[in-house]
Structures are given as C-alpha cells and as structure tokens.
Nanobody
C-alpha cells in the first residue's frame, strides 16, 4: 500500500521540542518534494516547511523560521520536522504531503488539502500547552 505515515506528535509545554517523522510506505521519497502542513481548529491550513528532492533547498513559513528544521534521510525513506521553542500557536494537526514535480516554495503554498498532492498522510496531533 502506497502511503505516507506521520508520527511524533504529542503534548508539550511551551518552549519544548518535538520531532515529527513522515515515513513513506511502498514507494521512495527521494523522487518527491515533501512538505509539512498544519491545521489548527478554526484556522486555514498552513504550509509550515518544505524540502526539495535533494534536500538542498528548504522553505519555512515566517512563523516558524529559526525554530523548525526540516530534513530528509534517504536511507530511512523519511522526512523529519524538528520543532524547537514551541509556542501555543504551533498547535494543530500536522500533515505531510509529497509531490513529484513542483518547486519547493510552490509546494508550501498549496494549502487546499490532500487532493493537491500525489500523496498525503493521515496527520499527527501537536498540542502545546502549559
């Protein structure tokens, strides 16, 4: 079965850290641009961070620059999102998406949802609360 699976979400205090994983099953991520997106209750879906196929180009939303780091591990067929200095406004369901032929920034600007991408995960919940 071809799918993306996110993991690593949870409850963390403000200022804490989490590392999200986006693992591919049944296909190789190396041919795809990968993006992390989040959606909080009552808010529009937001492109958080995206990474090129080589890993050499990355994009971050202004709201997470300097705090989040996206990376990819070809050997593990996984893309990570390291989230540090978490704030309550970072809460939401985090999804990863994969698209084969797209520019990195354009990937993060696609916020309508799963139908826009070749693959889309089921999401992992992140809660930041004291």
């Amino acid at each position: 079965q071809l799918q993306l699976v996110e993991s690593g979400g949870g409850l963390v205090h403000p200022g804490g850290s989490l590392r999200l994983s986006c693992a591919a099953s049944g296909f190789s991520l190396e041919n795809y641009v990968i993006g992390w997106f989040r959606q909080a209750p009552g808010k529009e879906r937001e492109g958080v961070s995206c990474i090129s196929r080589s890993g050499g180009t990355t994009y971050y939303a202004d709201s997470v620059k300097g705090r989040f780091t996206i990376s990819r591990d070809s050997a593990k067929n996984t893309v990570y999102l390291q989230m540090n200095s978490l704030k309550p406004e970072d809460r939401g369901v985090y999804y990863c998406g994969a698209e084969e032929y797209i520019l990195v920034q354009a990937m993060c600007e696609r916020t309508r949802g799963p139908g826009e991408f070749d693959y889309w995960g089921q999401g992992t919940q992140v809660t930041v609360s004291s």
